[in-house]
T-cell receptor, first 114, second 111 residues
Framework: EAGVTQFPSHSVIEKGQTVTLRCDPI?????LYWYRRVMGKEIKFLLH????????ESGMPNNRFLAERTGGTYSTLKVQPAELEDSGVYFC????????????FGSGTRLTVV | GQQLNQSPQSMFIQEGEDVSMNCTSSSIFNTWLWYKQEPGEGPVLLIA???AGELTSNGRLTAQFGITRKDSFLNISASIPSDVGIYFC???????????WGLGTSLAVNP
């Protein structure tokens, strides 16, 4: 079984540019989560999809962040325009069971905004 | 908001030693989870705890859900070099599906 795949693994962009991160969850997993870890801080929840619907997006930092999951398969997280404080590692996780802790995480996308 | 205090922040031990780390929360949690992250990878679940007082083992790892529901610990016995990584605690309260995470414990094992 393929795991959770995230692309790109690394991205370096200039302040003000746009970046789109992609997550391919494990096939058949209805639940998809985005998390972010800023250097020196804890991993923070961003949002949760159930199929194509946003179940909880209360962790999204601001309106520069837009997450989509059209068709309930892969998800994208777009940052536009990127700011320096957006730098960090963005993790995606998926699960079939809604209970927390049964998520499988991807390897993350390390975003650096310069 | 809810916070998790995870300690110690880092540990450097000799192979064969036992390791203990813990997390405390400012509020009652319903779930405690322990993850390990290796370089270039995402966190991998080690142990999940869903009931106060629960003590669960996974090989050389043992974790407990504190009876007050505000703390949890993870023990690693007879450490080996491949135990190196960052260990995170995480949990959630009530019906909230958002996980709250600790800052992590970085473990280094000297062969």
């Amino acid at each position: 079984e393929a795991g959770v795949t995230q692309f790109p693994s690394h991205s370096v962009i200039e302040k003000g540019q746009t970046v789109t991160l992609r997550c391919d969850p494990i096939s058949g997993h209805d639940n998809l989560y985005w998390y972010r870890r800023v250097m020196g801080k804890e991993i923070k929840f961003l949002l949760h999809f159930v199929k194509e619907s946003k179940q909880d997006e209360s962790g999204m930092p601001n309106n520069r962040f837009l997450a989509e999951r059209t068709g309930g398969t892969y998800s994208t997280l777009k940052v536009q325009p990127a700011e320096l404080e957006d730098s960090g590692v963005y993790f995606c996780a998926s699960s079939q069971d809604h209970r927390q802790g049964l998520n499988t995480f991807g390897s993350g996308t390390r975003l650096t905004v310069v | 908001g809810q916070q998790l205090n995870q300690s110690p922040q880092s540990m450097f031990i000799q192979e064969g030693e036992d390791v203990s780390m813990n997390c405390t929360s400012s509020s009652i949690f319903n779930t405690w989870l322990w993850y390990k992250q290796e370089p270039g990878e995402g966190p991998v679940l080690l142990i999940a705890l869903y009931k106060a007082g629960e003590l669960t083992s996974n090989g050389r790892l043992t974790a407990q859900f504190g009876i007050t529901r505000k703390d949890s610990f993870l023990n690693i016995s007879a450490s080996i070099p491949s135990d190196v990584g960052i260990y995170f605690c995480a949990g959630n309260a009530g019906n909230n599906r958002k996980l709250i995470w600790g800052l992590g414990t970085s473990l280094a094992v000297n062969p």
